[in-house]
Nanobody, 124 residues
């Protein structure tokens, strides 16, 4: 089992920045591809970004490219999502996810473990 706990969400004005953190415990963190998904009210959970086990490969949704940066610190068993130039449409609950794999997937059905979510609200 892997336990994931997100933190760092909150209320921010449009154009502002936030950094989400996700602390993992339970298994060897470096064995897992890590990702961030988000879910807005009334919408499906969607992929935001993912990072490979070593941290040298990343993948982003088009909506996140150029504004968001995913990174990880395997020594701290933590994955981060730095979000800049936030827009009201970024408002959602952000979830951290882990998959025991050597590749990056962007579909939620492949991820094995999920955090409880962190609310991000961007005001206009």
């Amino acid at each position: 089992q892997v336990q994931l706990v997100e933190s760092g969400g909150g209320l921010v004005q449009a154009g502002g920045s936030l950094r989400l953190s996700c602390a993992a415990s339970g298994r060897t963190f470096s064995f897992y591809t890590m990702a961030w998904f988000r879910q807005a009210p009334g919408k499906e959970r969607e992929f935001v970004a993912a990072v490979s086990r070593s941290g040298d490969s990343t993948s982003y949704a088009d909506s996140a490219k150029g504004r968001f940066t995913i990174s990880r610190d395997n020594a701290k068993s933590t994955v981060y999502l730095r979000m800049n130039s936030l827009k009201p449409e970024d408002t959602a609950v952000y979830y951290c996810a882990a998959e025991y794999t050597t590749v990056i997937h962007t579909t939620k059905k492949t991820y094995d473990y999920w955090g409880q979510g962190s609310q991000v609200t961007v005001s206009s």
